[in-house]
């Protein structure tokens, strides 16, 4: 299998992937968006093992089962609360980069990412989107005999196109 980085529109829970990733927040407890829309599809056992995870700092990730999702596990990872200091950079992209080590980890070769910390948490959706695809090219370099396939997903044409806008010029 080889590295791969992929652009798509789509609702995240609905993917059969190895992992989806949860833009959650520390409590690792749910929430809104799309850490509510995960929590829904794959039922109340998800918040269960959530619970004995203790929380999770900002920029680190934990993973779980995926229960009733189609993927086999769910990645929950902590995007930065959007402030504009230089922190919040190195905290997004050690959630996209900490997550695909998480995966190695786990032996997980497809994994699906939301926009993390462009909802509710403020980040400007272009900003993010070059740290989410620097991220991940980096990762891809530094392991590429690995055979990681990386859906980027956007949930709207509109987020999509932040990300072609990025990767065309
Ligand atoms: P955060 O708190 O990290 O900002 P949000 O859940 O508010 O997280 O938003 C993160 C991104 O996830 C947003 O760009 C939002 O449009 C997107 N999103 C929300 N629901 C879904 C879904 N079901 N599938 C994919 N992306 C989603």
Redesign the pocket.
Known sequence: MKNEIKFMV????TLEVDAIVN?A?KSLLG?????G??HAAAGPELLEECKKLGGCETGHSKITKAYDLPAKYVIHTV?PIYTGSSRDAAELYSCYYGSLDLAAENDIHSIAF??????????P?AEAAQIAVKAVVNWLDEHKEYGMQVNI????KE?YKVYEKLVRG
Not at 153 to 156: R, T, W
């Open positions: 789509a609702d995240i829970t833009a927040n929430g809104g968006g799309v850490d829309a995960i995007g939301p926009g993390i910390s462009t909802g509710v948490y403020g980040y959706k997903v956007a949930y709207s987020d």
